[in-house]
């Protein structure tokens, strides 16, 4: 997945063109929102100086936004409003996101708001002792090594933000998907891996709220539909990996 470019606009506005200035941006987000170039717009203001304004613009990439948007029938609108403020503009460039990025400690990771290592322990205890007594699911774990759990113990707990155990142990991605090679998993038998996964997160004793489970099951889709794909026979494997890292709300850019 190709990065996303960030445009940054950067503005001082004397304080008493202000209330013009807001409105005038107000109402140009609306050709930003109905854009299909444009990821997402945010406007700033600085705290210590009421004057200087940072517009941030994601786009698809730089040429949607040039060649796009700039020749769209939204553009138009949208120059004739920020038209006015070009000669208070200090900076307009287009960035592209590099490696060093990452949340901070006021935002719990996945992992430890679930309640860490030993809750994962717990999911995959309770989840392949379902498994292995449902009639759709334990004809792909006849064979289940005893070590089976522990292992996707760790491997959910990486995922999630918690240790690299898995990494260390096992392997990367790659690995964990070929644990599934020729196994022929159907799209049945994957839903029921869902099904009863979310059913093994409540015996366990996962956080039951909103925010945490949407991102618990947009994993578990995620995850068990590349395991369709590279379970069917012929499948080629995927290049090497590393463990995919599960956010709120997020994705990795893993291609599927």
């Known amino acids: 997945m190709t990065a996303h470019t960030v445009e940054y606009i950067r503005y001082r506005v004397p304080e ?4 013009e200035f807001l409105a005038a941006h107000r109402r140009a987000a609306t050709r930003l929102a109905a854009a299909p170039q444009c990821v997402d717009y945010e406007l700033a203001r600085a705290e210590d100086d009421f004057e200087h304004y940072i517009l941030r613009v994601t786009w698809t990439s730089t040429r949607d936004h040039v060649e796009g948007f700039r020749s769209s029938d939204l553009f138009p609108a949208y120059a004739a409003e920020v038209r006015p403020y070009a000669e208070q503009v200090e900076e307009s460039r287009h960035y592209k996101p590099t490696a060093v990025r990452g949340t901070g400690a006021a935002t719990p990771t996945l992992y430890a ?10 999911l995959t205890d309770v989840f392949y002792a379902k498994v292995v007594e449902d009639d759709l699911l334990a004809p792909l774990f ?13 491997w959910l707990a990486e995922v999630f933000g918690g240790p690299a155990a898995y990494s260390e142990t096992q392997g990367g991605h790659s690995h964990m998907v070929a644990r599934h090679a020729g196994l022929g998993i159907t799209e049945p038998q994957r839903r029921r891996w869902v099904e009863l996964v979310q059913d093994a997160a409540d015996e366990a ?52």
Not at 113 to 122: L, N, Q, T, V
Not at 207 to 230: C, H, I, K, M
Request: aromatic content about 12%; overall charge neutral; glycine content about 10%.
């Open 142 to 154: 006849a064979d289940l090594p005893a070590e089976h759990a522990r292992h996707v113990g760790l």
């Open 205 to 256: 004793g996962l956080p039951t709220d909103a925010e945490f489970r949407s991102a618990f099951l947009a994993y578990v889709e995620w995850g068990t539909r590349l395991a369709v794909r590279f379970s069917a026979p012929g499948a080629t494997p995927p290049a090497p990996q590393p463990v995919p890292k599960w956010t709120w709300g997020a994705a990795p850019p893993y291609p599927g």
């Open 113 to 122: 708001w679930a309640g860490g290592a030993e809750a994962f322990s717990r």
């Open 16 to 19: 008493q063109q202000s209330a």
